[in-house]
């Protein structure tokens, strides 16, 4: 489908928001769920990029994702103007599976695993008000978004050099004795694993969305796969991810 570019800011020195809108299936997004989105017409490159939809507005009808230029792709994208047109496919992927009401959730976010948080939170704001939000960035500079998540609850920051919040990493943060039920993140996967080593031994229900360099996007190339915590399975980050349950997937 044909999405107009409504918007586009440019966050840190390689971060870009990017805000689109037209005929898109907005009521069925799932929080963590990506777009595969169509780079200059196919004529440089075949393979669609993946990008997760960091907030979905469903009375403005419009999407709005946040990429970090690395290549080709997303340099293109972070060229794109008002007015110009993006064919993408989506939404895709299973995303987050939210919480019992009432509970006791932190969120924990690092650097370009920040954004698809941002709806996570929005849906979460509605089931509980016991919410921590944690975002680790490299550096002040590197920061985007956090006056953006504190309009929609508490916020703790870590940047390794301490620049901005607190020195340090996001485990630092992260209180164990504070009897979270369930934590949701999205980040590097190094984050991701020192995150469940930090919560080993304690009884959290934790979901991490995955990262791969992907095919079809859609299931039926296998070209994502990440394997089962017994390393037995494997299983296709495109479909049955990004969002995993840790305790299923080897980190
Ligand atoms: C489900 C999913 C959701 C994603 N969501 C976002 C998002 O919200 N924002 C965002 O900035 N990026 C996101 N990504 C990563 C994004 O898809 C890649 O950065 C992008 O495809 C790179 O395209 P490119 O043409 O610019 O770079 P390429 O020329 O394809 O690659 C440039 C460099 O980036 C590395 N790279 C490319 N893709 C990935 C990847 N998936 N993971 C790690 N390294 C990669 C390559 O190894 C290479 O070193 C997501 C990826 C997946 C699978
Ligand atoms: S990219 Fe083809 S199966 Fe995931």
Redesign the pocket.
């Known amino acids: 489908m044909l999405l107009d570019v409504t918007g586009i800011t440019n966050l840190t020195s390689n971060i870009w928001e990017l805000c689109l809108s037209g005929p898109f299936p907005y009521q069925r997004v799932q929080a963590g769920q990506f777009i595969n989105i169509l780079i200059n017409q196919g004529k440089d490159h075949i393979l669609r990029r993946p990008i997760s939809i960091a907030e979905v507005d469903t009375n403005k009808k419009s999407l709005t994702i946040v990429f970090r230029v690395v290549g080709q792709g997303t340099e293109w994208l972070s060229q794109r103007q008002v007015g110009d047109q993006l064919n993408i496919i989506g939404p895709l992927g299973t995303g987050f599976q939210l919480p019992a009401k009432n509970s006791k959730v932190v969120v924990v976010g690092g650097g370009i695993g920040v954004p698809p948080l941002y709806q996570l939170v929005k849906e979460l704001k509605q089931i509980t008000n016991d919410l921590t939000i944690i975002l680790g960035f490299r550096n002040q500079a590197d920061c985007f978004w956090v006056e953006r998540f504190a309009k929609l609850g508490q916020v703790l920051v870590a940047t390794n050099d301490g620049s901005f919040g607190t020195k340090g990493f996001v485990t630092d943060l992260l209180d164990t004795k504070a009897n979270y039920e369930y934590l949701y993140s999205c980040g590097p996967r190094g984050m991701l694993q020192a995150l469940k080593n930090h919560c080993q031994g304690i009884n959290i229900q934790g979901y991490v969305s995955l990262e ?1 360099r ?12 990440c394997s089962s915590a017994d390393r037995k399975l494997h299983y ?4 049955e991810g990004p969002v995993f349950n840790w305790e299923e997937v080897a980190l």
Do not use: H, L
Not at 214 to 225: E, F, K, L, P, S
Not at 236 to 239: N, S, Y
């Open positions: 791969e992907m095919a079809c996007g859609v299931g039926a190339c296998y070209g994502c796969v296709r980050i495109c479909k």
